[in-house]
């Protein structure tokens, strides 16, 4: 048979990005598989959803109908876990079933998996010049405006050596900056003889040239041990510190656990003793119980 080309559509963070980059690299395991990047060519479209806000939603829900106007259809990411439509002649796959993928698509046109391996990381980042790789899964802050935890699950952390091993075949094949991801990155190793400092300084191990990045983390994981690794020259002197209100009493009904006075205080530490330091953030407007002022 002809190989079978594959348009994916990515929605929403760089977990998902990084899980639609392994998917890539489980199909590819099978030649008859091919990648597309024009739509005009795919004979399947995989749409990695996003739900963390209702205009993420409904984008993700328009691409479904439109691509389904063209070819046959998998819908992955957070969607699956929000609404699994029983009625549906599309395949909605839940996060723990993504590795499946190849079968699933091979379903479709009548064919059946001729081997039963599996990738476990990556080796490239397909159509990007720097890689990220997911060093933890899972949230347990339940912040009262986020349905993230609720899809995501329990916390996992990867093995320090899967992610090392992952992050040498990235360098090997040309990626000079690592982005270092999560659904909470700061949780990584929470409960373990590990944290994020402590992967950050295993990493800088390797003898090459490379730099790491830190992408979006909670203030109050911005703790002396990260404050004392990103002093390293390879550490990128960024931090995307989620803000979300200037209100202590908003944050307390978002149930973030900070206080403004808290947030302030590890900036001002974090410019004071990083150099070239820039703090990026996000803020929520219009929360509930906001007023004018």
């Given at each position: 048979m002809k190989k079978i080309k594959v348009y994916f559509h990515t929605l929403g963070c760089k977990v998902n990005q990084y899980d639609t980059q392994l998917m890539i690299e489980n199909l590819l395991l099978d030649e008859r598989f091919e990648i597309t990047r024009?739509?005009?060519?795919?004979?399947?479209?995989?749409?990695?959803?996003?739900?963390?806000?209702?205009?993420?939603?409904?984008?993700?829900?328009?691409?479904?109908?439109?691509?389904?106007?063209?070819?046959?259809?998998?819908v992955t990411g957070c969607l699956p876990e929000k609404e699994f439509p029983s009625y549906?002649?599309?395949?909605?796959?839940?996060?723990r079933d993504e590795k499946n993928i190849r079968n699933v698509i091979l379903s479709l046109f009548g064919e059946s998996e001729s081997?039963?391996?599996?990738?476990?990381?990556i080796t490239r980042f397909y159509g990007r010049t720097r890689a990220f790789v997911k060093v933890q899964e899972g949230c347990d802050r339940f912040c009262s405006y986020c349905i993230v935890a609720y899809l995501r699950g329990k916390l996992r952390s990867r093995n320090p050596e899967e992610i090392l091993k992952e992050i040498r075949n990235l360098i090997s094949n040309g990626y000079r900056e690592i982005v270092l991801t999560g659904t909470q990155i700061g949780l990584y190793g929470y409960g373990e003889d590990k944290n994020l400092a402590s992967l950050i300084r295993?990493?800088?191990?390797?003898?090459?040239?490379?730099?790491?990045?830190?992408s979006s983390i909670n203030?109050?994981?911005?703790?002396?041990?990260?404050i004392e690794v990103m002093k390293e020259e390879r550490v990128c002197p960024h931090?995307?510190?989620?803000?979300?209100?200037?209100?202590d009493r908003i944050?307390?009904?978002?149930?973030?656990?900070?206080?403004?006075?808290?947030?302030?205080?590890?900036?001002e530490r974090f410019k004071r003793e990083i150099k070239n330091a820039t703090v990026t953030t996000d803020i929520i407007v219009g929360f509930p119980g906001e007023e004018e002022e």
């Amino acid at each position: 048979m002809k190989k079978i080309k594959v348009y994916f559509h990515t929605l929403g963070c760089k977990v998902n990005q990084y899980d639609t980059q392994l998917m890539i690299e489980n199909l590819l395991l099978d030649e008859r598989f091919e990648i597309t990047r024009e739509m005009d060519e795919a004979d399947v479209f995989v749409v990695n959803t996003c739900v963390v806000t209702e205009k993420a939603e409904k984008e993700s829900k328009k691409l479904i109908r439109k691509f389904s106007s063209k070819g046959k259809v998998v819908v992955t990411g957070c969607l699956p876990e929000k609404e699994f439509p029983s009625y549906s002649n599309i395949p909605y796959l839940k996060l723990r079933d993504e590795k499946n993928i190849r079968n699933v698509i091979l379903s479709l046109f009548g064919e059946s998996e001729s081997s039963l391996s599996y990738r476990e990381n990556i080796t490239r980042f397909y159509g990007r010049t720097r890689a990220f790789v997911k060093v933890q899964e899972g949230c347990d802050r339940f912040c009262s405006y986020c349905i993230v935890a609720y899809l995501r699950g329990k916390l996992r952390s990867r093995n320090p050596e899967e992610i090392l091993k992952e992050i040498r075949n990235l360098i090997s094949n040309g990626y000079r900056e690592i982005v270092l991801t999560g659904t909470q990155i700061g949780l990584y190793g929470y409960g373990e003889d590990k944290n994020l400092a402590s992967l950050i300084r295993e990493i800088l191990k390797i003898p090459s040239d490379f730099r790491i990045r830190i992408s979006s983390i909670n203030p109050e994981f911005i703790d002396n041990s990260l404050i004392e690794v990103m002093k390293e020259e390879r550490v990128c002197p960024h931090l995307h510190l989620s803000l979300q209100s200037g209100s202590d009493r908003i944050l307390r009904l978002m149930r973030r656990q900070y206080t403004i006075a808290e947030f302030l205080k590890k900036v001002e530490r974090f410019k004071r003793e990083i150099k070239n330091a820039t703090v990026t953030t996000d803020i929520i407007v219009g929360f509930p119980g906001e007023e004018e002022e």
